[in-house]
């Protein structure tokens, strides 16, 4: 039995020349619940419906490096399980591992790049701070 690898979104990055108008247009037009980051949404885990998960939205600036060394527009980052053991397994099958893992009290991350170019970030999320930060804004 393979190891599970990627279990859904974790965010939606992308570039802006403005972003902090366009977080306003989002909650202008789309309701968006916008913050310093962005918008986070959330939603409860099939596995366990009593735990949530949470899908970050955030605009960047136009000239942000972080998307680098992808010269795309935009970056996805999924929400993964077990990230060393799959760092090694991707490592393994070739893919470009593009920093070291990341480790911060909300989850670990690192960087890889597809094979269309595209910077990819992964998480290991540790929902239950996101949990304690947001328990006002979920009712």
Known sequence: MSMKRVTGIGGIFFKTQDPKATKAWYAKH??????????????????????????????????????????????????????????????????????????????????IMDADGNKIELWEPIDEVFDQMYENKAE
């Open 30 to 111: 789309l309701g968006f619940n916008t913050d310093e980051w962005g918008a986070s949404f959330i939603f409860k885990k099939v596995e366990d419906p009593s735990k949530n998960g949470y899908l970050q939205w955030s605009p960047f600036k136009a000239d942000t490096d972080y998307f680098e060394p992808s010269q795309k527009e935009f970056m996805i980052n999924y929400r993964v399980e077990n990230l060393e053991n799959l760092v090694s397994e991707l490592r393994k099958e070739g893919v470009l591992i593009c920093d070291d893992i990341a480790y911060y009290d909300y989850g670990k991350f690192v960087h």
